[in-house]
């Protein structure tokens, strides 16, 4: 039994690291040790098992009434996982909701990153239109670009509302630290020298003392990643 688990384990851990989801699936095994090997005894598909896992994500989801109903160590996995199965309007909706009501920094932090990783146009670009709504503080902007910026279904729109937006950005948190890691936030996000133009036509007018380290590792970024 212990053997089989084990196997079991380690091939859906491998699947489930790419999903980025392994933690829960720690997390699942750990509770259904005996269903897990039945289904192996049964000569049951691992992807089978991998499902499993994801169908406990949303289903944990669905019931979730309230942030605190599901553990902290996995509900931002378990955020993550329904917003890459589900890229409608009720999840985005259920997740916006949770953002509003909760007063816990480290929750609307969770709560932004699952936000900021939908697929659609549609709810990419909502997704961005709240970083200015008021629903957002300003300490918390560059969380949201950030997170944003590593969708990469979301970066072209994103690059698209920073140009956008960048005096607005300047004007409110010019003061900020985390402002002057933008540059290397879009490198990162292209990450290929094709980029390169269109960054430095941005970017090279913008030179000041404050951020011209950032945008010369963007460019180093963009040369040799």
Excluded: C
Excluded at 77 to 99: A, E, N
Excluded at 176 to 196: C, G, I, Q, T, W
Excluded at 197 to 218: T, V
């Amino acid at each position: 039994l212990y053997t089989t688990l084990l196997i079991a384990f380690a091939a859906g851990a491998v699947a489930l690291a790419a999903l980025g989801i392994y933690g829960l699936f720690a997390y699942v095994v750990g509770r259904r040790t005996n269903e897990i090997a039945i289904r192996e005894a049964l000569g049951g598909q691992r992807s089978g098992i991998i499902w499993m896992v994801v169908g406990e994500a949303l289903r944990r989801f669905d019931a979730m009434k309230r942030p605190e109903d599901i553990v902290p160590d996995i509900r931002g996995v378990i955020y993550g996982t329904v917003v890459r199965q589900r890229d409608d309007k009720k999840t985005f909706d259920k997740l916006f909701k949770m953002h509003e009501a909760s007063a816990n920094s480290e929750e609307r932090t969770t709560t932004a990153a699952a936000l900021a990783g939908f697929k659609s146009k549609e709810h990419i670009e909502r997704a961005l239109k709240i970083i200015k709504s008021g629903s957002v503080r300003h300490q918390d902007v560059a969380y949201w670009v950030a997170y944003s910026f590593m969708n990469r279904h979301a970066k072209k729109h994103v690059w698209k509302w920073m140009t956008k937006e960048w005096s607005w950005l300047e004007k409110n948190l010019g003061s900020d630290l985390s402002f002057y890691r933008f540059p290397v936030y879009a490198a990162n996000a292209f990450s290929e020298r094709k980029f390169l133009d269109e960054y430095q036509k941005f970017f090279e007018p913008k030179i000041s003392p404050a951020i011209e380290r950032s945008i010369k590792q963007g460019v180093e970024i963009l040369i040799w990643k």
